[in-house]
């Protein structure tokens, strides 16, 4: 199935599950003598063209955000978009519209909710949303762009195609979702391919790197100029529990930490089978790679540097290690990564898990380990994720 299908069943299927909040967005008929307000049509059935206008980028860079809520009596916008100064009042009109504008903002893709009385919702009006399993709030997107096209944004390229695999879990004994990432023109071609396994973080789900980090499109644009070898791109769902939409909802018994006992043997023993029976893809470590950030990041280092005869290149993004969060340095010697070709870290200055990151490295050269580190701006956020995504692929299988 490719991107644009799974695009528009998203977007269907988010129309659905909002359609009561997306009627209440529809911009109200204009009074006698008033001017239209954003989009000002008779109130009817709205549709992705007549809907109210929010978000608006201004060529200043600023954005405007518009919610419908003739009821309520608070609304505050909230999220990356204040740039750690939210919560944000938001103002109503006589109409009942709340309205705030913000910025100018770096160009960058910003998410951000609008916070109704202590609860967290998305734009109704806004179809890009950051999706999350089950306990987690959706979040919405809006890209303020720059003077020039972003290394995340498409181009007319070759592009690959992403496809939706259902599979059978022994490891959870339930039905789970993988999404791959195929390289151009990999159904004409007849190569074999090696293979990244891209996980994500905490709170999200197996299309976080497509939806939230435009993978996708990082590695299209990468393979067009040269810089990116073809690779398959496997992302699975790290978390315990069953795939979305496909039964009904099964809680997978004694499954209570953010790190999954079941995930390594899910990985290993499923999905790395699955992948090569059903894929062309290159066997051995030379041509397997394992990434992720947060929580994924923990996952790939605490996975990777286990078993370095599975995996020759070992990537964590801000990783969940240390702490509270896995400590996996006492379980691997200095002599078994010997044969690794990148161990790589890497987590942004203002991130909460910079420290822990930092002893990390400390830790692993101490012992004699080589590892590949890098600090970088930014806090615990998806701006950090697709540039350290755009920066390390060129490194994997050359």
Known sequence: MSLRRIGTLSVGLLLAAYSSLALAQA????????????????RRMPTPVT?????????????????????????????????????????????????????????EIWSYNFRVHGVDVIDPSNPAVKPTPPGAAMSSFVQVP?????????????HGEVRMLLYESKAMGVTRWLWIYTPPDYDRSGDAYPVLYLL???GEAQNGWVMNGRANIILD??????????????????????????????RIAGETSMFSSRFPKDLLEDVIPLVEGRYRVKAGPQHRAIAGLSM?????LGIGL????????????????????????????????????????????????????????????????????????????????RHNLRDTLPLLFK
């Not at 911009?27 to 008779?42: C, F, I, N």
């Not at 608070?74 to 204040?82: A, D």
């Not at 720059?146 to 070759?158: I, L």
């Open 306 to 385: 286990t078993h370095p005869t599975v995996f020759g290149y070992v990537l964590g993004y801000s990783a969940a290690v240390g702490g509270q969060f896995l400590n996996i340095d006492g379980e691997f010697s200095a002599e078994s990564l010997k044969s690794l070709r990148l161990l790589w870290v890497s987590c942004g200055r203002q991130d909460f898990l910079f420290q822990a990151n930092k002893d990390f490295v400390e830790s692993l050269r101490q012992r004699g380990i080589d590892v590949t580190y890098r600090e970088t701006e930014g806090a615990h956020v998806w701006s950090v994720w």
């Open 51 to 107: 809907a109210l206008a929010s978000p608006e980028v201004h060529e200043d860079r600023r954005v405007t955000l518009r919610f419908r809520a003739p009821e309520a009596t608070v609304v505050q916008l909230v999220g990356e978009i204040t740039q750690r100064r939210g919560p944000l009042p938001m103002t109503k009109d006589a109409d009942g519209l709340w309205t705030i504008t913000v910025g100018p903002l770096e160009p």
């Open 296 to 300: 994924g990041g923990g996952q790939a």
């Open 200 to 202: 994500h973080g905490n």
């Open 27 to 42: 911009p109200a008929a204009s009074r006698a003598g008033e001017q239209p307000g954003p989009r000002a049509t008779p």
């Open 221 to 250: 644009n990468g393979i067009a100029e040269g810089r990116v070898a073809p690779m398959i791109v496997v992302m699975p769902q790290g978390h315990a529990l069953q795939g979305a939409n496909v039964g009904p909802l099964v």
């Open 146 to 158: 720059g003077d020039a096209p972003a290394f995340y944004d498409s181009r007319p390229v070759p």
